[in-house]
């Protein structure tokens, strides 16, 4: 499985990004998707998380509210949009697939396949 994240870039603080993760899975409508981060000198950060058929999301308490995901099985996508971005936010963004079909995880440890992650820069 490949994962292709994009949609990073350098934006003032209250300003909105669109990240795009493609996956490869040929059984990507199984598994539960999600969105981390990793800041410089931080261990990577559990950011959001869709089920498989999008009836359930999470996020973490940081981004509630401000973020969103989702996902289109049709075409093997998951979202992720931020808006009301601070320097806080500022981190390599990763897409991953949870390891195990149709299972909510939030650990990193539950993830197995991984995207390359996309810069977000935040500017105040």
């Known amino acids: 499985v490949q994962l292709q994240a994009s949609g990073g870039g350098l934006v003032q603080a209250g300003d909105s990004l669109r990240l795009s993760c493609a996956s490869s899975a040929h059984t990507f409508e199984q598994y539960t998707m999600a969105w981390f981060r990793q800041a410089p000198g931080k261990e990577r950060e559990f950011v959001a998380l869709?089920?498989?058929?999008?009836?359930?999301?999470y996020y973490a308490d940081s981004v509630k509210g401000r973020f969103a995901i989702t996902r289109d099985n049709s075409e093997n996508k998951v979202y992720l949009q931020l808006n009301s971005l601070t320097p806080e936010d500022t981190a390599v963004y990763y897409c991953a697939q949870a390891s195990s079909p149709q299972t909510i995880a939030i650990g990193v440890s539950q993830y197995n396949y991984w995207g390359q992650g996309t810069l977000v820069t935040v500017s105040s």
């Open positions: 869709v089920s498989w058929t999008s009836s359930s999301t």
